[in-house]
């Protein structure tokens, strides 16, 4: 498919094509930290700034973070890969644009008028509003929602936590009652405060991140009049941003501050739609797995969503010239997460790269089986009530078990996605291509591929989140033309690996695993 072609049939504005020497940025707003990392044409990566912000825990089940924080961050990120590129001789005008990249769902309110925050962003792990999905399954037209959004009713979508605002914080529901409540996932916030607020008012937002809260309707791309009503929102009092293309030179306007003040962000996706693109899963039949704070599997099944029967969510995979893309995903809600929670609350190790070392130290979980339900089960099984649980612990049990069933609950739950993905699609997969950091552990990929019984491919360059931003503002700008342009990106130094255990071996491990995942529900029911 040729990107020049489509978007001269759709679009007012010129193709534009951008000097040969052009870079792009990518801001990669991420859960746990943001960072800010600068391409070249071949998709490289020529410089970088990460910096991790606090993580705010309140209760029991509830994760927040500080937006004014995550805008701070962000424009620090830019301020430190801008001047590690100038160091290396490099112009920041060469920057000809910028693209962003999110943690999706995680909720941002905001008064329009003032432009400040009502209350700190509720991430998509946050489970405070569990009871209030509950009385939402219950109400008539529940059992329709699906076909309509593509996401059934959990915690994960951020309607639910934008409805516990409006109930349970004063400032939130006088705005909403007042008419200047608005409502944005962090990509819409992060455009709206990077291009100065109420000022410009570019209030915005991408099908990918839309696609996330249960307002868009999955077919028409358009706000539902249908589920707004289900959720009885009053649009007079509730503003919701636009929703444009995901790649676009003019809708996500311009940084109004700092070192690259003027320079358009042109282009904008969900986190996991982005490292599809950066994993140029641009046909159907493509996908990958990221291994984050999350873990998420997307799987490109063309022009038309695929609804599907067995736990999976139908959402948009991009839409860069008015002809969306949809994917089939399966959300695992904890994965790098219960490595850092090895780290920080048992004490287990002192940094995540540690994991497969202490993993290493012991030949299999002896028995033991770590089912990571901190936010309760996501894909295929939907398990609101499921908590953290491990079995399996005797005398003989050691730290080097727990860790290794904890890399284990990842790979596991990816094996239960596949096994759903092969039901609704049809067909299973030949392989699997993988990002994020967990995909540093040999040992974790390795497992993986024992797991789901086909190749596991790694890239040399995992920074395929931030490279699928890139390339969506690249697109917009003209430093790429089509997607055929990308093929030789990021394919040197892939490693492959391949399953070395028998099937009944595997299908009895799982067999465990199933076993353990039915005995940790009915814990959040009290």
């Known amino acids: 498919m040729s990107v020049l072609s489509d978007k001269s049939d759709n679009s007012d504005s010129p193709v534009l094509v951008a000097p040969h020497d052009s870079y792009v940025g990518s801001i990669d707003q991420g859960t746990t930290s943001t960072r800010f990392l600068i391409f070249n044409r071949e998709g490289e990566p020529v410089a970088s700034h990460q910096i991790e912000f606090k993580q705010y825990y309140p209760h029991p089940g509830w994760h927040e973070h500080d937006p004014l924080e995550i805008i701070t961050s962000i424009e620090d990120c830019i301020e430190g890969a801008v001047k590690t590129f100038e160091t290396q001789g490099h112009s920041a005008r060469s920057i000809k644009a910028v693209g962003i990249t999110n943690q999706r769902e995680t909720t941002v309110v905001w008064d329009n008028e003032t432009g400040e925050p009502l209350y700190n962003a509720i991430v998509w792990t946050d489970t405070r509003h569990q009871n209030l999905v509950r009385k939402l399954k219950a109400r008539l037209g529940a059992d329709k929602l699906q076909d309509l959004c593509g996401l059934p009713l959990s915690t994960y979508p951020s309607v639910g ?40 008012n570019v209030f915005v937002t991408d099908p990918s991140n839309a696609s996330r809260s249960m307002f868009m309707n999955i077919h028409t791309l358009q706000y539902d009049e249908q589920l707004l009503d289900f959720f009885r929102f009053d649009m007079a009092k509730l503003k919701l941003p636009k929703i444009v293309r995901s790649s676009d030179s003019k809708a996500y306007g311009t940084l109004t501050t700092g070192i690259l003040k003027g320079i358009p962000i042109a282009g904008c996706l969900g986190d996991q739609s982005a490292a599809l693109v950066g994993q140029k899963g641009f046909s159907p039949g493509r996908a990958k797995n990221t291994y984050g704070t999350g873990c998420f599997l997307l799987y490109h099944v063309g022009d038309k969503p695929v609804i599907s029967t067995h736990g999976l969510l139908t959402t948009v995979a991009y839409d860069f010239d008015g002809r969306p893309q949809y994917a089939l995903e399966g959300s695992i809600a904890v994965a790098g997460s219960s490595v850092k929670f090895l780290q920080n609350n048992f004490g287990f190790i002192n940094s995540s790269s540690e994991i497969s070392v202490l993993a290493e130290t012991v030949e299999d ?61 049809g067909r299973p997969l030949a392989e699997l291509a993988v990002d994020g950091g967990m995909t540093n552990s040999d040992l974790c990929m390795q497992t993986q591929a024992d797991l789901i019984g086909i190749p596991v491919e790694r890239p040399r360059m995992l920074e395929t989140t931030a490279l699928g931003a890139a390339i969506a503002a690249g697109f917009a700008i003209g430093v790429w033309q089509s997607f055929d342009e990308l ?38 029911n009290e």
């Not at 069933?405 to 239960?416: D, G, R």
């Open 161 to 200: 936590k934008l409805l516990w605002m409006i109930e349970n914080v004063p400032k939130v529901s006088e705005a909403y009652e007042k008419g200047r409540l608005a409502f944005g996932t962090v990509d819409a916030w992060v455009v709206y405060r990077l291009n100065g607020g109420p000022k410009a």
């Open 365 to 425: 979980n002896g028995g033991v089986t770590f089912v990571t339900a901190f936010s309760g089960l996501f894909a295929p099984y939907w398990y609101d009530d499921a908590r953290g649980t491990i079995f399996g612990i005797t005398a003989y049990t050691q730290k080097g078990h727990v860790a290794r069933a904890t890399l284990e609950a990842t790979c596991f739950q990816t094996k239960a996605i596949l096994d759903a993905m092969a039901k609704d699609s």
């Open 487 to 524: 093929k030789s990106v990021n394919i040197a130094g892939v490693k492959t690996f391949e399953p070395k255990i028998n099937k009944e071996e595997r299908e009895k491990r799982f067999g465990r695993w199933e076993k353990a995942v039915e005995m940790c529900r009915g814990w959040a």
